[in-house]
């Protein structure tokens, strides 16, 4: 039975009452209470793998440094480019001191690391960092330091951010230094692989789609310009405030279904093709052999994944596209998708995508969604780290979300191995229990 029939025969279960909302005629369920999802100092792990010559310096507390060490693992043979200016109550007795120090402290690690063209200052949420103004931190810097380096400031904090969340405020705070451009150019949004990179600029070639740009870039000095003539595909479903500020400065997303299995790749890749006026066999005869790929290693999962009882708790903002993958490509049955926040500008065209009676549910409250989730007993649930290991401990099988961020899972080549990141677990349990 899904969460939705159990409303039907249930309407008035407390903290279990979606509304149909308006315009998807779908139900929403939404919830406020405790959450159980990492803070946005965790997006530092694959945004300094993606911008090769920016600094992430962390203002907080050893509750900060122990996460993003243990988090990113302790790198022994290379300098990294991340790290911690821990505060102590020693720091909040003398404000004025505490900028002294964390000026001092970015100027020496700046001479040190030469070859570091942006620097970030990551807030975070110790009363000790909120107390200090990073952003005039920044400006100081950057009067000091600037065009050799760039200091930009954005928010970390586990009060204020979810772990994509945190990639989202890093691109929305460079989005000020981007130049101006005129031209008619294709900028996608969102951190990628290099590898998923290269491979959606090779299509977009073959296409006739250009020029292309990545933001964010894989260098501090080679920034997309944008204005009036940049078209935005979005590539991960959780830079919403980036995109905004795009649009605030001109430019126009394009609406699309996010890159995530081989129908998800053809919709998306075909929302550029439009704007760009590209021949429809022309459009077919660059991606049909490239789909029929990814439904060929798709299928290699299907058996396994079809009919299985699905539940997403909220955790990465990418539950709705990977829903409507895993139901439209593979047959899954989705119990509930749980999504932290329900950006509508950012899932427009993935919400009617969805079969009719999903249940979508908004925020958290933790202990109604357990309950829920015990109740409907599903065949996997994606859910945060920390979640994961006492439900596998009362037998559920679980997939942890985060690792979503960092596998290469966009595009036609991806699409077999992202189907497998779901399959896994399963097969696996299968075995186990053979
Ligand atoms: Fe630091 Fe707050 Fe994240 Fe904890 S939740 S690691 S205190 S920013």
Redesign the pocket.
């Known amino acids: 039975m899904t969460g939705l029939a159990s409303l039907a025969a249930d309407p008035v279960k407390p903290g279990f009452a979606p509304v149909i909302d308006k315009t998807t005629a779908k139900p929403i369920l939404r919830e406020r209470g405790q959450r159980e999802v990492f803070?946005g100092?965790t997006s530092i792990i694959w945004l300094h793998r993606k911008m090769q010559d920016a600094f992430f310096l962390v203002v907080?507390?050893r509750?900060?440094a122990h996460?993003v060490q243990s988090a990113a693992g302790v790198m022994i043979f290379a300098e990294p480019r991340f790290g911690t200016a821990i505060l102590t109550d020693r720091d909040l007795a003398g404000l004025t001191d505490a900028s002294d120090e964390l000026d001092r402290i970015c100027v020496t690690l700046l001479e040190r690391r030469p070859d570091i063209t942006t620097l970030f200052l990551v807030g975070?949420?110790?009363s000790e960092v909120i107390k200090l103004d990073l952003g005039k931190a920044a400006e100081r810097l950057n009067a000091r330091l600037f065009p050799k380096v760039r200091v930009l400031n954005y928010s970390?904090?586990?009060?204020e951010t979810t772990f994509t969340q945190g990639e989202d405020n890093a691109l929305k705070s460079m989005v000020p230094a981007l130049p101006v451009t005129d031209d008619k150019q294709l900028l996608i949004v969102g951190c990628l692989p290099d590898i998923v990179e290269d491979q959606f600029k090779r299509q977009l070639e073959q296409l006739g789609i250009g020029p292309v740009c990545f933001f964010p870039s894989r260098r501090g000095n080679q920034l997309p310009a944008v204005g009036p003539n940049t078209q935005i595909l979005a590539a991960q479903p959780y830079n919403g405030e980036t995109i905004r500020a795009l649009i605030a400065r001109g430019a126009n997303l394009l609406a699309a279904p996010y890159p995530f299995g081989a129908a998800g790749t053809t919709a998306w890749l075909a929302a550029a093709a439009t704007q760009w006026g590209v021949n429809p066999a022309h459009f077919r005869q660059v991606t049909q052999a490239l789909e029929e790929r990814a439904l060929k290693g798709i299928s290699k999962h299907r058996e396994q994944l079809r009919g299985k009882r699905l539940f997403f708790m909220p955790d990465s903002q990418l539950e709705i596209p990977l829903a409507r993958f895993l139901q439209n490509e593979l047959g899954v049955e989705l119990i509930e998708v749980g999504t932290p926040y329900l950006d509508r500008q950012m899932v427009a065209a993935e919400l009617p995508l969805l079969p009719p009676g999903v249940l979508i549910s908004e925020g958290q409250h933790l202990d109604k969604q357990l309950d829920r989730l015990r109740e409907a007993k599903p065949d996997l649930t994606v859910c945060g780290l920390g979640l994961a290991n006492p439900l596998e401990g009362e037998g559920f099988v679980t997939k942890w979300s985060i690792e979503l961020v960092f596998t290469p899972i966009h595009g036609y080549d991806q699409a077999a191995d992202l189907a497998e990141v779901f399959a896994r677990p399963i097969n696996r349990r299968e075995l186990l229990s053979a």
Not at 156 to 159: A, E, K, L, P
């Open positions: 803070c100092l907080g507390s509750t900060c996460l975070s949420c110790p970390g904090s586990g009060i």
